[in-house]
């Protein structure tokens, strides 16, 4: 089986595509309506509980194997069972089955994201989620496991080869290659990693770039082969090779979500008491390694709660409505008056931005050379990495792929720190430990303690840097970010210095 999910505006414009194809069906609802623009009306009910949520249409695209077939008794529980799993508990929703195509049966699910006491369900990493919910049905259903693309994106074998590695009874150059590739991406979260664990068993690695120092092919030498990527097979050319490591990363990432999320529930039910109020148990999961962090409109009034573990936020509402601001007083008795309380906590709040301020002092110290001395130093060494490229075979016979890939690791390393320290800055500036806002900012910053973690807010939505104090964690900035962040710090540049030279008029 397999799964694609599309988030919409429209609940109108996707009913009709999917229920006005030919053969579709729908085979289960919840809901009263009998055409899209009935059921659109009907879908009303829930997203003008959230009316400021950008994208309230959930569809999703279950597709079986060809050959393969769900009865729609089977497709009901398959349907149940993957609403469940992926949150949607008091959603409503239209399964709409489709056989337009020969021998290939499948579903539109049209989910409302708005649940109908007005919370919505979290869209984060649910891609990974829902490939998790379909390894499932695959095994409940007995339905054929669906390989990713590049499982099945290997260069096949050609007679010759096939005869060969039966006559020496060894794997040719080729499937060697594709073994060892695809055994370093299970762990690689980076091309520099990845070029360095191939060089270490044995294979040479060459990435190809453009005038612009921008990635544009790669090249594998092995056993005395050198073979370009796409001739070991779709799967092992650039794109697919970054496109895979990026999905590593994320299922990395994604792997330590439930878990810190029933961590921090857990740690929460311990903390409550009865009788205690809302700062002591802020205090009380301060001390257990769980920042709470009450959140205020402009106007000072509380709209919610979120909750911190290292790196790792969640908001209260997502972790469970108990752990609302408004459920941790109505479901877990905790006390909290605003006459007693709010000074208190904003106090709190404050005392704590001062803290994690002081680990960065360093990061100030360098503020006031980083549009110039840093962004020079900076395009010093990508012309490093362009001349390397423009050695000749008899010049660069003592760079080996291991050197190289420590060069351009460096060079990562040197735009994330500046990347880390604009972000630092601007969070300085506007006095507070996170910025960004879905559907507003194109990322989301957040500081706890020492650490510092940037998400890409649009798009594909994921974590592109994280530091723990000055070390790298995790860098996955593509070029497009990293201009983007230049930009903004020579354009807040330009503004201070307008301000300066006005000011200068003046007086």
């Not at 989620?129 to 290997?154: C, H, N, T, Y």
């Amino acid at each position: 089986m397999i799964g694609k999910i599309i988030k919409g505006k429209s609940f109108q414009g996707c009913l009709s595509y999917v229920m006005r194809k030919t053969g579709a069906a729908v085979i289960d609802m919840n809901m009263d309506g009998k055409d899209p623009y009935s059921l659109a009306n009907e879908f009303s009910l829930s997203w003008q509980l959230r009316p400021k949520l950008s994208y309230k249409v959930c569809h999703v695209i279950l597709s079986l194997s060809p050959e393969e077939h769900l009865n729609n008794d089977a497709w009901q529980i398959a349907i149940a069972q993957y609403l469940k799993e992926m949150g949607f508990t008091n959603n409503q929703y239209v399964a709409v089955k489709h056989t337009d195509k020969e021998n290939h049966e499948h579903i539109h699910l049209v989910i409302s994201r708005v649940r109908m006491d007005g919370s919505v369900v979290s869209d984060s990493w649910d891609w990974t989620r829902s490939q998790d919910v379909i390894r499932k049905l695959e095994q409940d259903f007995g339905l054929a496991a669906v390989p990713s693309s590049w499982e099945s994106d290997r260069q096949e074998q050609t007679k010759s080869q096939i005869d060969k590695e039966l006559e020496t009874g060894k794997a040719t150059v080729k499937r060697q290659l594709a073994d060892k590739i695809d055994a370093t991406l299970v762990s690689t979260m980076s091309l520099p990693d990845f070029i360095e664990q191939l060089n270490l068993e044995g294979i040479e690695v060459r990435v190809d770039r453009d005038r612009k120092g921008k990635p544009k092919g790669i090249a594998y030498k092995f056993d005395g082969v050198s073979m370009a990527g796409s001739s070991v097979g779709k799967a092992y050319s650039l794109p697919r090779i970054l496109k895979r490591i990026e999905s590593t990363s994320e299922q990395g990432i994604h792997s330590n979500i439930s878990s810190i999320s029933s961590h921090i529930s857990q740690v929460i039910r311990e903390q409550v008491k009865v009788g205690i109020t809302m700062p002591q148990l802020i205090e009380q999961l301060k001390h257990s390694g769980v920042a709470a962090h009450v959140k205020y409109t402009r106007t000072k009034k509380i709209k919610g709660i979120s909750y911190s573990l290292g790196s790792n936020s969640i908001q209260g509402n997502e972790l469970g409505k108990e752990y609302s601001w408004g459920g941790l007083q109505k479901y877990l008795q905790v006390s909290y008056d605003p006459a007693r309380d709010r000074s208190i906590i904003l106090e709190m709040q404050s005392a704590n931005l001062k803290a994690i301020s002081q680990p960065i002092e360093s990061l100030h110290q360098t503020e006031q050379g980083l549009s110039d001395s840093f962004l020079n130093e900076l395009v010093v060494e990508l012309e490093k990495q362009r001349s390397l490229k423009a050695l000749k075979p008899t010049q660069s016979e003592n760079i080996t792929n291991l050197e190289i890939s420590i060069n351009l690791e460096q060079s990562r390393n040197d735009l994330a720190q500046m990347v880390a320290a604009i972000c630092h800055q601007l969070l300085n500036e506007l006095g507070v430990d996170r910025f960004g806002e879905m559907g507003k900012n194109a990322y989301g910053i957040q500081r706890s303690g020492d650490t510092l973690t940037v998400e890409r807010l649009r798009g594909d939505r994921q974590i592109v840097l994280q530091f723990k104090g000055q070390e790298v964690k995790f860098e996955q900035l593509s070029e497009l970010d990293i201009q983007q962040f230049e930009q903004a710090w020579q354009h807040r540049s330009q503004v201070q210095q307008k301000s300066i030279d006005g000011q200068a008029k003046i007086g």
